[in-house]
Nanobody, 113 residues
Framework: QVQLVESGGGLVQTGGSLRLSCAAS????????IAWYRQAPGKQRELVAV???????NYATSAKGRFAMSRDNAKNMVYLQMNGLRPEDTAIYYC???????WGQGTRVTVSS
């Protein structure tokens, strides 16, 4: 059974940093496209970043220059390093096996002004 588990969320002040982690079981992350999404209160879930099997990444405009997605093949984990956080980054962040209905349970990020 494929399972994704996020961690690393929390409360941070504007301008602060967090690193989110997504641990996988039942699947090799290095062979798949993995995405980070977020859902802010009252808003639709939106794509934040993607990492492809070859290691290439793409980012939403709102994340470019501030967020960096990476992968540790040995640990079978992906990460989202978030710097320069803003109140509008407040959301629940999810990792997803791209193109499937396999999502993690989410980790909450709150950025205070």
């Amino acid at each position: 059974q494929v399972q994704l588990v996020e961690s690393g969320g929390g409360l941070v002040q504007t301008g602060g940093s967090l690193r989110l982690s997504c641990a996988a079981s039942g699947i090799s992350l290095s062979s798949n496209v993995i995405a980070w999404y977020r859902q802010a209160p009252g808003k639709q879930r939106e794509l934040v970043a993607v990492i492809r099997s070859g290691g290439g990444t793409n980012y939403a405009t709102s994340a470019k220059g501030r967020f960096a997605m990476s992968r540790d093949n040995a640990k079978n984990m992906v990460y989202l390093q978030m710097n320069g956080l803003r109140p509008e980054d407040t959301a629940i962040y999810y990792c997803r096996l791209s193109g499937t209905a396999i999502w993690g349970q989410g980790t909450r990020v709150t950025v205070s002004s």
